[in-house]
Antibody, heavy 120, light 114 residues
Framework: QVTLRESGPALVKPTQTLTLTCTFS??????????VSWIRQPPGKALEWLAL???????YYSTSLKTRLTISKDTSKNQVVLTMTYMDPLDTATYYC????????????WGQGTLVTVSS | DIVMTQSPDSLAVSLGERATINCKSS????????????LAWYQQKPGQPPKLLIY???TRESGVPDRFTGSGSGTDFTLTISSLQAEDVAVYYC??????????FGQGTKLEIK
């Protein structure tokens, strides 16, 4: 059974750095074709894809946010970490981690998401 | 980057009637080497993460009712719900995964009961 769970602070101040951790089970990020993405959704708005890391350590970032994002993985802990610098109130959103496999190409499993509010 | 544009932004359909949602990509998401369209559809209900409905533009995810059908190729795609049920009220998103950066979503289409 594949599960993903996001963890991190619920509240961050403007200009601070956000660090989110995705802890997953039921698959390995060392298996060929496996990827984990971060996707966010501001309240009442659309989904926005942020970053992806794959089994081969390749990293991909949203063009508009790539200067602020870093994605990394710890395969021994089955974790993927996203850091986002210079947080702004506009970054207030629910942040999801999600799995993609090359079999389907699409995101087939999602975490429940974690709401991050940026406010002083 | 590939831009995904959905239409309409919202849609109201009577129970039992057909619902059609369109998605257009700014460039083709058809990979000629394997003849696959790198396009997915998701359903999101309030307070829940999205759920995968369709991948490779037309392959239904396991457990998804057969009233959901994905079609199209290249740059133009459609999600059709053949007979709308009350539980289909949701926001629907398309997403491409063709190029880097992968994963751009459309803006969403809100489906309601008329």
């Amino acid at each position: 059974q594949v599960t993903l769970r996001e963890s991190g602070p619920a509240l961050v101040k403007p200009t601070q750095t956000l660090t989110l951790t995705c802890t997953f089970s039921g698959f390995s990020l060392t298996t060929s074709g496996m990827c984990v993405s971060w996707i966010r959704q501001p309240p009442g708005k659309a989904l926005e894809w942020l970053a992806l890391i794959d089994w081969d350590d390749e990293e991909y970032y949203s063009t508009s946010l790539k200067t602020r994002l870093t994605i990394s993985k710890d395969t021994s802990k089955n974790q993927v970490v996203l850091t986002m610098t210079y947080m702004d109130p506009l970054d207030t959103a629910t942040y999801y981690c999600a799995r993609t496999s090359s079999v389907k190409g699409a995101v087939d499993y999602w975490g429940q998401g974690t709401l991050v509010t940026v406010s002083s | 980057d590939i831009v995904m544009t959905q239409s309409p932004d919202s849609l109201a359909v009577s129970l039992g009637e057909r619902a059609t949602i369109n998605c257009k990509s700014s460039q083709s998401v058809l990979f000629s080497a394997n003849d696959k369209n790198y396009l997915a559809w998701y359903q999101q209900k309030p307070g829940q993460p999205p759920k995968l409905l369709i991948y490779w533009a037309s392959t239904r995810e396991s457990g998804v009712p057969d009233r959901f059908t994905g079609s199209g190729s290249g740059t133009d795609f459609t999600l059709t719900i053949s007979s709308l049920q009350a539980e289909d009220v949701a926001v629907y998103y398309c997403q491409h995964y063709y190029s880097t950066p992968p994963g751009t979503f459309g803006q969403g289409t809100k489906l309601e009961i008329k």
